[in-house]
Structures are given as C-alpha cells and as structure tokens.
C-alpha cells in the first residue's frame, strides 16, 4: 500500500528565508507525486507533479521540488518565502501501474513571519 | 468556465437528517472525487468515479452513498448523518483516474456541522 509522510504538520519562516516543507512517500511501484496548496477557505490547487520526466520539477509561485528515490523524498522548496505563501501543503502520491486512488499527506501549515 | 462547483457551501444538520451534496463540473473530465477534510488528518477519499457509469468506495466509505447523475454531476448523500460527520467536504474532477496527468481540480467545499 502507498503512504505519504509530512514531517511539521506546522513550519514557520521569516519572510525572505528559504521555505523547506518535507514530504516522503513509500509506494511498491514508481510513483507520480504531487504538491497541491490551499489557501484560506478554499479547496485545493495544484503546485507542481512529478510525472517521472525530470527529477528537479517547477512549479508555480516559485516553487520547486526534487524527486530523489534513494531517499523516497520529494521536499518542496522556494528560495525566499513571501506573504502570500502563508498556506496549506499538501503532497499526494499515486502509484504507477494503473492504480486509481491519489493518497494524500496530512499537510504542512506554513506560516511567514514579517 | 466555472470548474468544479459544490452545493452548499455551508450547512447545519440534526442527527439523523438526510441530506444530498452536489458536485457539478465543466471541464468534460472522466474521473470525480468526493473527499473529506478533518484538521490533522488531511484528505481522505470517501468515493470516488473513475468514468460515468462507475463507482468506488476510497477510504472512508462507511455512512455515505454516492451517484454519478451524468459525465459532469456527482452527488455525495449521508442518509442519516452522524455527528462524526461534521467535516469540510471537497469534490474533485481529474480527466482520468490514475497515472501522472491525474491533476485533480477542486471545489470550493462544503462546511457541514451535524448536531
């Protein structure tokens, strides 16, 4: 069974700092991964998905993540954190192999201090 | 082009009421979800449908009936709602089930208290 793992249910950074925010998965077959983010009162988006094309992926707002396997990693970064990050994360795992169901982490609450 | 939207936004009910959540989407996707949100639990998939005709239960079935009215409407009913059920309920569309183009879009939830 597939599982993913959100280390800090809480994180918080000073504006302009790096912003880490951890998400491991544990899956039998090669996985498709994604990062989703939810703001206030509203339903989820998403930020970017590993999709097996390239290891360092991008997304929007800045956002990047890296698929490492050895580690069974895939932690989402941006380089210097801005009001508006203040949110929600999510990270998701879908295992290959035609399985259907999307498993969700328990989500990071990211806040940045001014 | 509204995407997913969900009906109602916000709703009260007694234990033991009946009440229908309706998901409606336009951008002509094969798979719908129901999911619901509790703090610290993050998103549990309750049904989901991975193409019109089909239905399956996710994670947290138990107390929930589901219905795929058409390709773009997918209804979730608690036929006797419990107060375990007080919940932020979201539907999500995806063009298919499964595999790496599954980027799910998702309404704007519905905030449910039952008393």
């Known amino acids: 069974a597939q599982s993913v793992t959100q280390l800090g249910s809480h994180v918080s950074v000073s504006e302009g700092a790096l912003v880490l925010l951890r998400c491991n998965y544990s899956s039998s077959v090669p996985p498709y991964l994604f990062w ?3 703001y206030p009162n509203q339903g989820l988006q998403l930020l970017l998905k590993y999709t097996s094309a390239a290891t360092l992926v991008k997304g929007i707002n800045g956002f990047e993540a890296e698929f490492k396997k050895s ?4 932690h989402l970064t ?3 954190a801005h009001m508006s990050d203040a949110a929600e994360y999510f990270c998701a795992v879908i295992p290959g192999g035609g399985y259907q169901k999307v498993t969700f982490g328990t989500g990071t609450k990211l806040q940045v201090i001014p | 082009n509204a995407g997913v939207t969900q009906t109602p936004k916000f709703q009260v009910l007694k234990t033991g009421q009946s009440m229908t959540l309706q998901c409606a989407q336009d951008m002509n996707h094969n798979s719908m979800y129901w999911y619901r949100q509790d703090p610290g639990m993050g998103l549990r998939l309750i049904y989901y449908s991975a193409s019109e005709g089909t239905t399956d239960k996710g994670e947290v079935p138990n107390g929930y009936n589901v219905s795929r009215l058409n390709k773009r409407e997918f209804s979730l009913r608690l036929e006797s709602a419990a ?3 007080t919940s932020v309920y979201f539907c999500a569309s995806s063009a298919r089930a499964g595999g790496g183009n599954n980027e799910q ?3 704007p939830g519905t905030r449910l208290t039952v008393l």
Do not use: A, D, L, N
């Open chain 2, 83 to 85: 107060p375990s059920q």
């Open chain 2, 105 to 107: 879009f998702f309404g």
């Open chain 1, 36 to 38: 989703y983010v939810q």
């Open chain 1, 71 to 74: 580690e069974t990693s895939f």
């Open chain 1, 78 to 80: 941006k380089p210097s």
